[in-house]
């Protein structure tokens, strides 16, 4: 069965680095969304992708954040220059464009130093 | 924007026994409903969905029933086994306000359920 993988799996960085997360969706796919979990919390919204543009962006997707689909497989989270509090659990999402369900990817633990 | 709010925040049972988790919705526009069960450090992995022209989907010995007049659903899980043992996160979907069909998930808290052999 398909997945959505992940790279990397664990990321530390000091902070004021800039890191880049990368997912690759179930390949017929049509949306894409980032997420982040903070330790122990909720699994949190931060932006949805389609049709090469950004549809939805929530307050947390602030202009340090940036997301790219630079070729037909991967789908990119930038951060320019982290924050501590940008330490946190981030999910790749897909969905199609026939059906509701969204898959995630195995995540990427980021942590900032 | 969407609050979904979920009880309760933990919850043991005794294997065997029923697990029921409840959540409650704001926005009226909402119209899919997923739970994702989530063990540690892994993905969320959906285990079941209903969608708001539905009043309840049951499958093994999972279901989820849905009020919308009361903007909550439950999860419900029968004759509960130790590797049920993991985070339940209950999420709420609806269009974007301005239209289309982006459908983001807005999470609950999560309820961390133990069975205990």
Known sequence: ?113 | GENVEQHPSTLSVQEGDSAVIKCTYSDSASNYFPWYKQELGKRPQLIIDIRSNVGEKKDQRIAVTLNKTAKHFSLHITETQPEDSAVYFCAASSPRPSGGSNYKLTFGKGTLLTVNP
Not at chain 1, 21 to 30: E, F, G, K, T
Not at chain 1, 31 to 50: A, D, N, P
Not at chain 1, 57 to 84: A, H, M, Y
């Open chain 1, 1 to 113: 069965e398909p997945e959505v993988t992940q790279t990397p799996s664990h990321q530390v960085t000091q902070m004021g680095q800039e890191v880049i997360l990368r997912c690759v969706p179930i390949s017929n796919h049509l949306y894409f969304y980032w997420y982040r979990q903070i330790l122990g919390q909720k699994v949190e919204f931060l932006v949805s992708f389609y049709n090469n543009e950004i549809s939805e962006k929530s307050e947390i997707f602030d202009d340090q954040f940036s997301v790219e689909r630079p070729d037909g497989s991967n789908f990119t989270l930038k951060i320019r220059s982290t924050k501590l509090e940008d330490s946190a659990m981030y999910f790749c999402a897909s969905r199609s464009g026939a059906t509701y369900e969204q898959y995630f990817g195995p995540g990427t633990r980021l942590t900032v130093t």
